[in-house]
């Protein structure tokens, strides 16, 4: 984790953007090109739209956030031509210096949950050459527990032969999340057993700022979870989804930082990367160069706003 | 689940071919074409040997079996190109005029989970068009319930509109599995809470031979819960993997089927699509065509075998 944790403090910014598109995000010059195509090839416009939509949000923050965390669903409803635009989107952020965080969620038994440990490990060495080219350009992928030990083992694994992480899902933001998570098993909430597991799978992957290879997936909209959590789980760092659009504040999110502020990266998507909605100047732009150059403005604009919220927040709760 | 029923009684076989490549099931003539390769290519050359691979086994299992299940993760693992072999299989073995039951394990909260209920809807319609191209040619995916209620309801949604189905894993066939899933959660065990949510989320989805359009992944390495869950959950049906290779006999099975021999489904990978290695012919093998022809040979004795296996099985069950 001491890549994105020294990326972090170089930024002094503990938030990620969420880069997720949908349709309804994109302004309507960078859609009316996909709705001219036939049905059979919309799929592929939508994805180039997502590609260059992304690419000038990552431009334009590039010097402000240490990540971005696309979400592959997003990608992955425009099949084939999905996958490649979130390949294309995590090699251009790479190449701007940020650290990817694919919001992948996988999880599966031992032998196939090694092959979607080439996420973070590219293409097993095969034949004669020991050479193992990157294919998803990921610095890190989150990951589901249900399955328990023998799914994430091939993951930390890889995680640790390439300097990449993995967050698993501990007590996601989602109503229903409760279901499962907060059911008390033999005395201790699924939750934290998953937490404790979580130490576990990282015990021996602890880096230079105390925190492990493996984090953790602690919503935004359970800040009580997330205070029992962040003293439980003293070497396990959070990504917290769930800020802003799905109704976590900033207050919310002080509980999951340590005591020195650190431990914690916030996600936002929709408060970025659809902020330009909100600019009187959206009615007005006609073109695809227009659009961009909105999207671009508006997603700086409240990544800097995001940021100043976080850090002000968090240097009044460490004041106190 | 009524196509997927009338496909096993139709071909009087309750179990389907995992379609899960890597390396090691490949023989060397298709290997070898791969290691001629550039570093950056091999991805791209396996991928075509596994489109090779799977179609020799589709055409030689299409009378056998109801039904094929590719296991995305072995694809995913050459980024890409290995997606773009994942749909052209599926393609191909729909228009061989089998079930695709995609085993992608996703999940995630409401919009991220609709957007991956592309999978069983195609691309949402788009623009002036109400068409929805099909983008990954699966009649079935398999889903993660960790994130409760508001992930798993995209997907009923999209089967139901679509006439395809899901199945939520309850009871995974690892060994670590009961790290999680045995947990005793307020007297009851999470799997069988689980296997409750599955009930009621296939309520509104009866077809009609009784059984729901969600079904439950119970693995056949834990025959003891299949027999309660099978008890516990009347309409739902079950995708067991874990049989031969993961250790789990013709014994092991027969509680995962109801009273009448129906109700479950029973997946074999390694011991069909692998069974060419236990071929003395293997080692006489030079090229492509030999070595296709030997793989689909084995594969339909194997799955012919495993057909008499589990039906003689089941009859001797029954006939007690």
Redesign the interface.
Known sequence: MDRLIDAIDAKENPSVVGL?P??ALLPEPL?AS??EET??N??AA?ADAYVAFNAAIIDAVKDVVPAVKP?I??Y?????SG??AY?RTAATAQRAGLYVLGDV?????????A??A??LSG??G????A???D??HEDAVTV????????ITPFVDAATAHDKDLFV?VR??????????D????GTA?SD??GD?VERWGAQTRGKHGYSRVGAVVGATHPDDGRRLRARLPHTFFLVPGFGAQGGTAADIVPMFDAQGHGAIVNSSRGIIGAWRNDPAAAGVTDTTQALDLVATAARRAALAMKATITTELEKSLGN
Do not use: C
């Not at 969620?105 to 949950?113: E, L, Q, W, Y």
């Not at 589901?144 to 799914?151: H, S, V």
């Not at 996601?172 to 998570?181: D, F, H, K, V, Y």
């Open positions: 997720d949908t349709p859609l996909v709705r049905p059979s919309q799929a939508l979400q669903a997003m992955e409803a425009l099949g084939v996958i490649d390949v969620k996988r999880g599966d038994i031992g032998s196939t949950a092959a979607y080439s996420h293409l097993p095969f034949g004669q050459t050479a193992t080219p294919l998803w589901n527990p249900y399955l328990g030990t023998d799914g899902l996601t933001s989602n109503p229903s999340s409760s279901e499962l998570q059911l008390d098993a033999e699924i057993r998953v597991l």
